[in-house]
């Protein structure tokens, strides 16, 4: 139980930390079978996982989030935009590989059991994956990063993805010197967590 809360107080969201050493296969095929055994709406498992480990493909993915990074930057200004400007939004070329975890709508359909109300629970099922093996991967002592500044139809035309699958997360995936244990974005004072106290709320929102 320990073990548990430990890992997932200790997980962080890794871009400056990745030695660049490779990833063991069998802990890479023991991170995907815990993503692999997250729970879906309807028993779809919407996700796959594409895993990169091409200097060609990363190179071009990094290109394109730093044209993304530029994009977000443009919308900052003053102390924002000098803050912004010393965060590192992305472990791309250092980390070990990347998987990108896609979500195929399309998986288990046309009837899925739990989603006709609610389109969204098919990507949150892909979240659910992504967590699994962000905490297993933190267990097995590796670091991940998440990285979203991208368009899907790059990285979709990037990957081969067919049409009709969303790729959800580029994940940065390798050892690491260490995990910090401040988020990034709180270290660089862009923003501070709250407090659980007040994400809760009793029988109605303002109960
Ligand atoms: C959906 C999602 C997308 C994210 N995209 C990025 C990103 O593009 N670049 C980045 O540096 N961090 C990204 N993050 C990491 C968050 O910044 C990080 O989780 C948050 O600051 C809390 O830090 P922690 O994960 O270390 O606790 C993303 C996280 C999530 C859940």
New binding site residues.
Partial sequence: MEGLYDVIHR?????AEFTGEAVDPEVLDRILAAAHAAPSVGLSQPWDFVIVRSDTVRKAFHEH?RTERDVFAATLSGEAAARFAR????GVLEAGLSIVVTYDPARGGPAVLGRHAIADAGLYSV?LA?QNLWLSATAEGLGV?????YREEFLGELLGIPAGIRPV?WLCVGPVSHL?TV????RHG??R?RPVSEAIHEDRWNG
Avoid: Y
């Fill in positions: 997980r962080r969201d890794v871009r989030v965060i590192k939004i992305d979240c992504i990063g998440w990285v979203s500044f997360a910090e988020p990034d974005l709180e862009w923003r967590r």
